[in-house]
């Protein structure tokens, strides 16, 4: 038997999450706490960088590969020559939470 907030007591068959948890055995009761608002840090881990090269057609592929705890990733990317950018991608990739995700680039050299 549960009570309810106008004092009378309900028979419950199946088990309630709302702070206090019956079974359907009726000598078993457990209280937990209230729910506490709590915040997740953004996590984001680089797993690796693959690159192939085209000298032939001076064409270049990325192949980014990272973990996050975020759905939506924003992956950005710069080429550079010393301190000079060459180029500069970003991509927002669909991202598993748990599991690694990648993004594609491809960058091929100027002409003129």
């Known amino acids: 038997m549960r009570p309810i907030a106008s004092g ?5 068959s199946s088990l309630v999450a709302t702070g206090n948890v019956w079974s359907s055995n009726s000598s078993s009761y457990a209280v937990f706490s209230t729910p506490a608002a709590f ?24 192949d980014v590969r990272w973990t996050a705890n975020v759905p939506q990733p924003l992956v950005r990317l710069r080429l550079l020559r010393g301190r000079k950018i060459l180029w500069k991608a970003s991509t927002t990739a669909d991202n598993r939470i748990g599991a690694p995700g990648s ?6 050299r100027p002409t003129g």
Do not use: N, Q
């Open 39 to 62: 915040t997740i840090p953004i996590s984001l881990t680089l797993v690796g960088v693959k690159t192939k090269r085209y000298p032939s057609v001076h064409a270049l592929d990325l």
């Open 103 to 108: 993004a594609r680039f491809s960058w091929k």
């Open 8 to 12: 009378r007591l309900h028979s419950c």
